[in-house]
């Protein structure tokens, strides 16, 4: 393993720590969507919601699949 290695392995986790961070906030709603519209606001807000929700969790998916190659697992 190589100094760099190292580097990208710590910049991960990281990356994945606040990504978890993230998903905490949006999912206990400290991270809220406005929509101004006509009567149906609050269920798109909602559906963005857990469009972002599922995109972080995507994301951080990826970096756990990244760092298999030096081993590690969740």
Do not use: C, H, P
Request: charged share 25%.
């Amino acid at each position: 393993m190589l100094i760099s290695d190292i580097g990208e392995i710590v910049s991960a986790y990281q990356q994945i720590t606040r990504l978890d961070q993230l998903i905490d906030a949006a999912k206990s709603g400290k991270i809220t969507v406005q929509v101004n519209g006509a009567g149906q606001g609050e269920e798109i807000a909602e559906a963005v919601q857990k469009e972002v929700v599922m995109f972080l969790r995507s994301q951080r998916g990826d970096i756990v699949r990244s760092l298999a190659k030096w081993g590690f697992e969740e």
